[in-house]
């Protein structure tokens, strides 16, 4: 039989590292984008202190959607506007998949962040027509794939 060797060290390491462990975000939901319309609206792009960003705004004139590039932090936030409630995740869906991304709620907005080269960004810019963003207990967002949002994304890659 051979010996067990036990090392305190590594054991507390591994504890520590478990008990730190974020929770892993559930399996988006899937949203069949050929079988939805995209929202009618307009998107607008302006440059703003340290960044862009990106309004959809739709036929009603209610803002829905803002993506903003923070460029000292070379992060992409996408902001769900209008929210009553929070939820943990955002759904983003694209012609290439979906993803959850973790997010925060205040004053009414839900946000998400990305770091710009985050390869969804480019999922979000070459989705074929339009893009979706949902929500727990909100129904999808559905936009059209208009050059202004991307137009952010390079901004924060420059």
Known sequence: MKPRYFCAAATALL?????????PAPAPSALDLDAVQA?????????ITGGSEAD?????????LTVRCNRTTRA???????MTAAAPYLTVTTTYGA??????????????????????????????????????????LVVPSWAEA?????????
Do not use: M
């Open 99 to 140: 993803r959850n991304l973790a997010a925060s709620f205040a004053a009414g907005n839900l946000t998400a962040a990305v770091a710009a080269n985050d390869p969804l960004l480019d999922d979000i810019a070459f989705s074929r027509g339009k893009w979706a963003i949902a929500n727990a207990g909100v129904g999808a």
């Open 39 to 47: 929202t009618v609206g307009n998107w607008s792009y302006r440059p």
């Open 56 to 64: 959809f705004v739709d036929s009603g004139g209610h803002l829905r």
């Open 76 to 82: 992409v936030s996408i902001v769900r506007t209008g």
């Open 150 to 158: 991307p137009r952010v994304f390079e901004d924060c890659r420059s």
């Open 15 to 23: 504890l520590a590292t478990a008990a730190t462990a974020q929770t």
